[in-house]
């Protein structure tokens, strides 16, 4: 199945002391362009933070396919939490390329991927996604992993494009926006099949420990 991927890049990186985790290296590249590379298959690539990704976001364009759409936006307002961003997201994704002649896709794929841009080794779970989204299980419009620990993963998940767009209208309602909405807000009326993943790594990097316990370096340089 075609799919585009939001991936969520923001934050504040407050336990981090103000340093962007998705601009953490890790073997030798970003966490941003593990994720990136994760969803190399995507027809459109929807990344989600400031504008200090934009040299991660170019190197990951020098191999990207020709025909693959990446685009940079932001949540309104900044810091506005991970369901914003998703919001953010999928609209520029809507708003199609500026360029009409271009040869980026000029039609929503059915699935969107959303992904954390700090997770250590994104691709497995993606796959996972792919997988079971295929089987197209009636009645079913989301996929949700859940770790080992039977903790939901809502930031690496896969949605219908249509079930997305309407639970971003119906979360927003209520409120008259989604922020500091969390993600199960907004996944709260979407049919979701949880996936038992306990094989898969869902490690993130949060704190100075976690970076520390997998050898990589937190400097005020990647602010």
């Known amino acids: 199945m075609k799919f585009d991927a939001i991936i969520v890049a923001g934050g504040r990186g407050s336990r981090l002391g103000g340093v962007s985790k998705p601009l953490l290296e890790h073997h030798g590249e970003t966490l941003l362009e593990h994720s990136l590379n994760a969803v190399t298959?995507?027809?459109?690539?929807?990344?989600?933070?400031?504008?200090?990704?934009?040299?991660?976001?170019?190197?990951?364009?020098?191999?990207?396919?020709?025909?693959?759409?990446?685009?940079?936006?932001?949540?309104?307002?900044?810091?506005?939490?991970?369901?914003?961003?998703?919001?953010?997201?999928?609209?520029?994704?809507?708003?199609?390329?500026?360029?009409?002649?271009?040869?980026?896709?000029?039609?929503?794929?059915?699935?969107?991927?959303?992904?954390?841009?700090?997770?250590?080794?994104?691709?497995?779970?993606?796959r996972a996604l792919l997988e079971e989204s295929a089987k197209q299980a009636p009645g079913i419009n989301a996929w949700v992993p859940q770790d080992a620990g039977g903790a939901l993963q809502t930031l690496a998940c896969a949605i219908t494009t249509t079930a997305l767009r309407a639970a971003i209208e119906q979360a927003s309602t209520p409120h008259g926006s989604l922020e500091n909405a969390s993600m199960m807000r907004l996944l709260a009326t979407v049919h979701m099949e949880r996936l038992k993943l306990p094989e898969i790594d869902f490690s993130d990097i949060d704190t100075p420990g976690d970076a520390g316990k997998y050898g990589i370096t937190v400097t005020s340089g990647n602010e």
């Open 41 to 126: 298959d995507a027809e459109s690539i929807a990344v989600v933070g400031t504008h200090a990704l934009a040299a991660a976001v170019t190197r990951y364009m020098e191999t990207a396919p020709d025909t693959q759409r990446v685009v940079i936006t932001r949540e309104y307002p900044n810091y506005a939490g991970p369901a914003a961003a998703v919001a953010a997201g999928r609209a520029a994704l809507d708003d199609g390329p500026d360029d009409e002649s271009a040869q980026w896709p000029q039609r929503a794929s059915e699935l969107t991927v959303v992904l954390a841009a700090d997770l250590l080794d994104p691709a497995p779970v993606v």
